[in-house]
């Protein structure tokens, strides 16, 4: 099966139907957003890890210019899923939003510091079929080592990323 890529932009959450209570906020040069599933969002899921349903709650982290994109999911009761590093190629912006031609692959980021590589065999498969450039898919694997030296070297998620955390309410977040 071929995957075709696609933009990920900020703000794509509010225009989402089955997201409610979106949120975004800029802290310094950090674009970050929040956005609750709605009931109508039943068992979504990346990978084999489930990370959506009624009442969970993901974060998108904008970093470096939009450079990187990191997600956090928490569960309806509030507890951290884990979080997943996007690999992409950021596209020029105005103004203040972000964002980036999605390269298919990603890094699964458990609590425990332990990282998956997502789509290995649909980014193969795009770069054979040319779907993905020879510089894209340079891209990617030179993001993906940059990503998985810095998460050796205890420097990603960033301290805001992996510190966060969420109070259920009434379980919903």
Same mark, same amino acid.
């Given at each position: 099966m071929?995957?075709?890529?696609k933009?990920?932009?900020?703000?794509?959450?509010?225009?989402?139907?089955?997201?409610?209570?979106?949120?975004?906020?800029?802290?310094?040069?950090?674009?970050?957003?929040?956005?609750?599933?709605?009931?109508?969002?039943?068992?979504?899921?990346?990978?084999?890890?489930?990370?959506?349903?009624?009442?969970?709650?993901?974060?998108?982290?904008?970093?470096?210019?939009?450079?990187?994109?990191?997600?956090?999911?928490?569960?309806?009761?509030?507890?951290?899923?884990?979080?997943?590093?996007?690999?992409?190629?950021?596209?020029?912006?105005?103004?203040?939003?972000?964002?980036?031609?999605?390269?298919?692959?990603?890094?699964?980021?458990?609590? $425990?510091?332990?990282?998956?590589?997502?789509?290995?065999? =649909?980014?193969?498969? !795009?770069? %054979?079929? &040319?779907?993905?450039? *020879?510089? $894209?898919?340079?891209?990617?694997?030179?993001?993906?080592? =940059?990503?998985?030296? !810095?998460? %050796?070297? &205890?420097?990603?998620? *960033?301290?805001?990323?992996?510190?966060?955390?969420?109070?259920?309410?009434?379980?919903?977040?």
């Amino acid at each position: 099966m071929h995957k075709s890529l696609k933009i990920i932009a900020s703000g794509d959450w509010s225009r989402d139907p089955a997201m409610l209570d979106y949120r975004s906020e800029w802290l310094s040069d950090l674009l970050v957003e929040r956005a609750t599933c709605s009931d109508a969002f039943d068992g979504h899921q990346l990978s084999q890890i489930t990370i959506g349903g009624p009442g969970f709650v993901w974060f998108r982290f904008w970093l470096a210019e939009g450079e990187f994109i990191l997600e956090k999911y928490f569960d309806a009761d509030g507890q951290a899923i884990g979080m997943y590093a996007r690999i992409g190629m950021a596209i020029p912006h105005k103004g203040r939003g972000f964002s980036a031609l999605g390269l298919l692959l990603g890094l699964w980021i458990t609590d $425990e510091g332990h990282v998956t590589v997502l789509d290995e065999a =649909e980014f193969d498969a !795009a770069v %054979a079929g &040319g779907i993905i450039s *020879p510089v $894209e898919a340079e891209h990617a694997e030179h993001q993906i080592r =940059e990503v998985t030296m !810095a998460i %050796a070297a &205890g420097r990603y998620p *960033p301290p805001i990323v992996r510190a966060l955390s969420i109070a259920a309410i009434g379980g919903h977040s």
